[in-house]
T-cell receptor
């Protein structure tokens, strides 16, 4: 069975610092991987997705993620945090033609 | 509409009552998904529609939960004999091609259900 683990329910970084949100997955077949962002009182919005093309995926708002099969990871990074990045971030995995399995989420806190 | 809409945005009900939650997907999207999100958790899959039919309802927790999509557009999630444990945010999403792990799902803002 597929599963997703997001390390750290809360991550706090200073404005301008590197953002690193961790996601590890388990899947018996090559997966599709996603990062979604949820701003307060808003719906989930797709940040980026990996669908077996390039292993380094660039998304919106300066975020990117790298698929590492050997580590079963899909960590999300951004070189320089902005106050507007404060939100909750969800990693999700799917096998082809199946529904998404979600991590528990990581709340990103930006310190001024 | 421009995005997925859900009504009501908040619903407070008493234990044992019946509730209906509505989802209006993006026009033309054939696939529609319902999820439930409890505090501190990621979304939990409930049911997926392709057109009018439920292609996968394996996530519905029990027979108190039911969903319909009679015309292949608007969907209603129905919960009978509500229990306090049903309290959560119910999310709806739609996508253009369905059955598509790699088809982007567009989410509505959710309905926050509180069962007293």
């Amino acid at each position: 069975a597929q599963s997703v683990t997001q390390l750290g329910s809360h991550v706090s970084v200073s404005e301008g610092a590197l953002v690193l949100l961790r996601c590890n997955y388990s899947s018996s077949v090559p997966p599709y991987l996603f990062w979604y962002v949820q701003y307060p009182n808003q719906g989930l919005q797709l940040l980026l997705k990996y669908t077996s093309a390039a292993t380094l995926v660039k998304g919106i708002n300066g975020f990117e993620a790298e698929f590492k099969k050997s580590e079963t990871s899909f960590h999300l990074t951004k070189p320089s945090a902005h106050m507007s990045d404060a939100a909750e971030y969800f990693c999700a995995v799917s096998e082809p033609n199946y529904q998404l399995i979600w991590g528990a989420g990581t709340k990103l806190i930006i310190k001024p | 509409g421009a995005g997925v809409s859900q009504t009501p945005s908040n619903k407070v009900t008493e234990k044992g009552k019946y509730v209906e939650l509505r989802c209006d997907p993006i026009s033309g999207h054939t696939a529609l998904y319902w999820y439930r999100q409890s505090l501190g958790q990621g979304p939990e899959f409930l049911i997926y529609f392709q057109g009018t039919g439920a292609a996968d309802d394996s996530g519905l927790p029990n027979d108190r939960f039911f969903a319909v999509r009679p015309e292949g557009s608007v969907s209603t999630l129905k919960i009978q004999r509500t229990e306090r444990g049903d309290s959560a945010v119910y999310l709806c999403a739609s996508s253009s091609n369905g059955a598509g792990a790699y088809n982007e799902q567009f989410f509505g803002p959710g309905t926050r259900l509180t069962v007293l």
